[in-house]
């Protein structure tokens, strides 16, 4: 049997409350290979049909891993370096990460985000999305959760391929 390779990214959702959101991140992890991660609490139960419907059938392919609580993540993760806590109060862009496969992307809930105490110890690691108008707080999570993914596999593509070739060589 061929060595498992690491996905390309792990999608965590923390103590997510709107099923339709989660069905919607679970659908674009099944496209892309992405891993779901769910850390509970969750806001909805796991066979809620908003969150089948949302996902178009493909819930049971997913098979999202859900951890018990922060705890169990935070063990599970093994190399805290590669992981990424994209929130409001974010220190860096989320287009300026030198990102590797396997990389973590972990968000918070629609209502709250991310405690705070898990932001300050590594504000390298803390990603915002820029808004350019300073009316709109933040995207809808599925909306983020989209964004941030696209810009991590981009990165991921253009580091395999390679430097790119002005064609003046």
Same mark, same amino acid.
């Given at each position: 049997?061929?060595?498992? +390779?690491? %996905? %390309?990214?792990?999608?965590?959702?923390?103590?997510p409350?709107?099923p339709?959101?989660?069905?919607?991140?679970?659908?674009l992890?099944?496209?892309l290979?992405?891993e779901? &991660? =769910?850390?509970r %609490?969750?806001g909805?139960r796991?066979?809620?049909?908003?969150?089948?419907?949302?996902?178009?059938g493909?819930w049971?392919?997913?098979?999202? +891993?859900v &951890?018990?609580?922060?705890?169990?993540?935070?063990e599970?993760?093994?190399?805290?370096e590669?992981l990424?806590?994209v929130?409001t109060?974010?220190q860096? %862009?989320?287009?300026?990460?030198?990102?590797e496969?396997?990389d973590?992307?972990?968000?918070g809930?629609e209502?709250e985000? !991310?405690?705070?105490?898990?932001?300050?110890?590594?504000?390298d690691h803390t990603l915002?999305?820029p808004?350019a108008n300073p009316?709109?707080?933040?995207l809808n !999570?599925? +909306?983020?959760? +989209?964004?941030?993914?696209f810009?991590? =596999?981009? &990165?991921l593509?253009?580091?395999?391929?390679?430097?790119?070739?002005?064609? =003046?060589?």
């Amino acid at each position: 049997m061929p060595p498992r +390779t690491r %996905p %390309p990214l792990r999608v965590v959702l923390y103590a997510p409350r709107i099923p339709q959101n989660v069905g919607q991140i679970g659908r674009l992890c099944l496209a892309l290979n992405a891993e779901l &991660h =769910l850390i509970r %609490p969750l806001g909805f139960r796991l066979g809620a049909a908003a969150l089948r419907r949302a996902c178009v059938g493909y819930w049971e392919v997913l098979r999202p +891993t859900v &951890h018990a609580d922060a705890q169990a993540f935070f063990e599970a993760v093994g190399d805290p370096e590669r992981l990424f806590l994209v929130s409001t109060q974010g220190q860096r %862009p989320f287009d300026r990460v030198d990102y590797e496969p396997g990389d973590w992307l972990l968000f918070g809930n629609e209502t709250e985000g !991310l405690p705070g105490q898990w932001l300050r110890p590594n504000p390298d690691h803390t990603l915002y999305i820029p808004m350019a108008n300073p009316r709109v707080r933040c995207l809808n !999570l599925a +909306t983020a959760v +989209t964004a941030v993914v696209f810009q991590a =596999l981009g &990165h991921l593509d253009r580091q395999k391929a390679g430097p790119a070739r002005s064609g =003046l060589d």
